[in-house]
């Protein structure tokens, strides 16, 4: 939650444990109407009429976070970020686009970024493992029914879904990166 002073200024965040810090300066990433739903006071809300009712939610994101056993260079991989937009047999990105959003787990491919930030980072030595980072676009309403369930504990039919996109992840990873097919050493998938 956010502090605020008398005036409606920022001056800290009191954290779930109940821990205060203290700062001049607060920067939210949990979006815009977790910000000013959730965390920021209602009074300062209401006092600043910050309007909440007008907003939508935007595009999330769904993140793979992968180990794998092996360097770049046995695996193939570089420090480039691969973005890739899949096209319909038309060479049409954006009817791409709609497939992907109308049902994300039968569209075939999805738009997708992958980056490996230990190949990046030149001032680690990462030994004989390597990470990559994918990034799919996500809607917030596929993954509402799960919203006030509580973290790793939100049933198995969450985790079938969230399994379901690892495995299509994977698939995408070895097709641009066949070296790393049976290197990965763990996943962790997170949702909006």
């Given at each position: 939650e956010v502090m605020c002073?008398?005036?409606?200024?920022?001056?800290?965040?009191?954290?779930?444990?109940?821990t205060q810090i203290d700062c001049s300066l607060v920067v939210s990433a949990a979006g815009y109407l977790n910000t000013f739903n959730k965390l920021v006071p209602k009074?300062?809300?209401?006092?600043?009429?910050i309007p909440l009712a007008p907003c939508k939610t935007s595009c999330g994101f769904i993140m793979a976070n992968i180990g794998i056993k092996g360097t770049a260079e046995e695996l193939g991989i570089t420090n480039a970020n691969l973005w890739y937009a899949p096209v319909d047999k038309n060479d049409d990105m954006f009817?791409?686009?709609?497939?992907?959003?109308?049902?994300?787990?039968?569209?075939?491919?999805?738009?997708?970024?992958?980056?490996?930030p230990s190949v990046k980072d030149q001032s680690t030595d990462y030994g004989n493992k390597t990470t990559c980072q994918m990034?799919?676009?996500?809607?917030?309403?596929?993954?509402?029914?799960w919203e006030n369930e509580p973290y790793l504990n939100r049933g198995d039919d969450y985790d079938e879904?969230?399994?379901a996109y690892e495995q299509m992840l994977l698939k995408i990873l070895y097709r641009f990166y066949p070296k790393?097919?049976?290197k990965v050493d763990m996943t962790n998938i997170s949702t909006p």
């Open positions: 002073n008398e005036k409606g200024q920022a001056c800290g965040v009191t954290m779930m444990d109940g009074k300062v809300v209401e006092k600043y009429n009817e791409a686009m709609r497939d992907y959003y109308k049902d994300p787990l039968t569209c075939g491919e999805p738009p997708v970024m992958l980056t490996f990034l799919i676009f996500a809607e917030y309403p596929e993954f509402e029914p879904k969230k399994n790393t097919e049976g």
